[in-house]
């Protein structure tokens, strides 16, 4: 077991507004969410030491330009109030959103900094329509030129290409993405955060989406927001003296195999590469995938879910449709799965809000989507195919 | 959604020292891929240096134009460029037969579309571009 084993805990989260129509940059919301997060933590700004993000675009294109497209830690340091004297930052942009998190512990247990802040702050680019100025065919330069002149340089095709991989091996249909989607949707609905907060989806709804790159569909996909999700992360000591049940961090992983082809990650990959978190993240906790009270499994795009749980060992390689059909993932089930709503309907805040149900879990704040007495819950972000990272919260150090 | 959308032109491929002679081999009609003088591995898209074993020799080889698709997707989204008015288009990720996980992407015609399937034998056609452009397409055979 890990000597950093409940050391460090979640003590504060903040929310901006998660929107499609921003009244205000990304910037701003991002602050919203940094001084949430400090309030509900208890702390002062000026108390703030350490700080920390992943900070990049959620996609090539969509724009750089600090406090509109991103927020670096440079923006908040500028504009936050934290402490004068911060002692410690990090932008990280390999794993996901618990990198940062994991950045924060690490530099929590040897006091490099007291008491950190973590966000994701994430815009949803406008698209620009074609360009009627432009003369001649554009140019795709590096890799993208043997990709883009087929129309394949989008992200959904490539978890398009997955799914359908996935289909063909284990005979899965879309029932089991369905599953996931109307189960991320009930959970949805009672979180007052949630996007579609005040929207139900049916399994007609479902099934009747408009495809997007077959065989997903628009419910497959995350929903594209404007918005920023904060925590605050401090040592155990500290925590105990603040106003809040601490979620205490009892173990982290990241994936860390190697790929395989150097064209698309590909499908082939998601055990061993999402094994290798999984590994690292349950021998740190000393915990495994049956004594998780729930799992928050991101679902940028759907199947993610469902790989996760056979890479995670939730459940056996190609067993993950049968495991979330009647019922087992929902609230009142064996393990329930996504207990916010996801970001297939709360938002895309990339595994923000997956890390931050985990802590409301296990620290009795979830409202009306508590799971009694949850003493440990863990958060995964990214994809098993690729790259990612991850925590456990538990209730006690 | 209906009607046309503002569009624009297909991506062309720009061919740079590393990847000009794919390029000038697709315009004749041929289908070559960089190959590590050193451990015979396949390197597409094309690198500086093996990415199985770092070596700096590597030498642009022909290869059979023989393949099977290894995944596909049919792309309704109006949102990739110079494809806006082509939705749906059929994409395919071929796996060439020289390798394992020696991959290419390409189109089908949309006719296709009730026969791709996975492990679908294929073969290499070029598409002329316009412009001395030609890219490598694939196939169902
Ligand atoms: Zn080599």
């Known amino acids: ?11 504060g989260i903040g929310y901006s507004e998660i929107t499609r129509k921003p009244e205000k940059p990304l910037g701003l919301l ?32 969509a724009g750089n330009r600090d406090g509109e497209d991103v927020v670096s830690v440079s923006f908040v340091l ?76 989008s992200i959904v095709q490539t978890h398009a290409f997955a799914w359908r991989r996935y289909m063909h091996r284990y005979g899965a249909t879309r029932e089991a993405l369905a599953a996931l989607a109307l189960n991320s949707r009930r959970n949805a609905n009672l979180n007052p955060r949630a996007f579609f907060h005040f929207t139900p989806m049916s399994r007609e709804d479902y099934f009747n989406a408009r495809m997007i790159a077959e065989p997903l569909c628009l419910f497959d996909c995350d929903v594209p927001v404007d918005g920023c999700v904060a925590l605050i992360v401090t040592t155990a000591d500290r925590a105990r003296d603040l106003r809040n049940q601490p979620a205490y961090i009892a173990g982290y992983g990241q994936n860390t195999a190697r790929r395989r082809t150097l064209l698309y990650y590909t499908l082939d990959d998601y ?32 199947p993610s879910t469902l790989y996760w749980l056979e890479a995670a060992g939730f459940c056996g390689e190609g067993e993950g449709a049968d495991f979330v059909a009647g019922g087992r ?30 802590v409301r879990q296990v620290t009795d704040r979830a409202e009306r989507r508590q799971i009694a007495g949850a003493s440990a819950v863990c958060a995964i972000d990214g994809s098993p195919m690729l790259r990612g990272s991850g925590i456990v919260v538990t209730r006690d150090p | 959604m209906s009607g046309e959308v503002e569009t624009t032109r297909k991506p062309v491929p720009a061919a740079d020292e590393l990847t000009r002679p794919f390029w000038d081999a697709a315009r004749a009609g041929r289908l070559v891929i960089q190959r590590c003088s050193a451990c015979g591995y396949y390197n597409h898209p094309p690198r500086n240096f093996c990415d199985a074993c770092l070596a700096r020799e590597l030498a642009f080889t022909p290869v059979s134009g023989r393949g099977a698709v290894f995944s596909f997707t049919v792309m309704h989204q109006r949102d ?14 071929v796996e060439i037969a020289e390798q394992p996980m020696l991959m290419m992407v390409a189109n089908l015609p949309i006719g296709e579309r009730e026969r791709v399937r996975i492990g679908a034998p294929v073969e290499v056609c070029f598409e002329d571009r316009g412009d001395g452009v030609a890219i490598p397409q694939f196939r169902i055979i």
């Open chain 1, 30 to 61: 991002a602050l919203d969410a940094c001084r949430a997060a400090i309030e509900d933590a208890g702390l002062d700004a000026r108390r703030i030491d350490g700080l920390a993000t992943y900070p990049e675009s959620p996609f090539a294109g």
């Open chain 1, 329 to 358: 993932i929902a609230l009142d089930g064996e393990l329930p799965i996504n207990t916010f709503g996801g970001s297939l309907s709360e938002g895309r805040m990339h595994g923000m809000g997956h890390i931050a149900e985990a």
């Open chain 2, 80 to 93: 990739v460029a110079g494809f806006e008015n082509d939705a749906p288009f059929i994409n395919i990720v």
């Open chain 1, 1 to 11: 077991m890990w000597h950093g084993r409940g050391k460090t805990a979640i003590v």
């Open chain 1, 78 to 153: 500028n504009h936050l109030g934290a402490a004068a004297d911060v002692r410690w930052y990090a932008q990280i942009e390999t794993g996901m959103i618990a990198s940062p998190v994991i950045e924060a512990v690490n530099a929590l247990l040897v006091g490099a900094c007291d008491y950190a802040l973590v966000w994701r702050a994430l815009h949803r680019p406008i698209l620009r329509g074609g360009s009627a100025a432009s003369k001649g065919a554009p140019r795709a330069s590096g890799d993208a030129q043997f990709i883009a002149p087929y129309g394949a340089a």
């Open chain 1, 271 to 302: 055990m061993a590469c999402g094994g290798s978190l999984a590994q690292k993240l349950w021998s740190s906790a000393g915990l495994g995938p049956e004594e998780m009270d729930a799992a928050q499994l991101y679902d940028g795009f759907n």
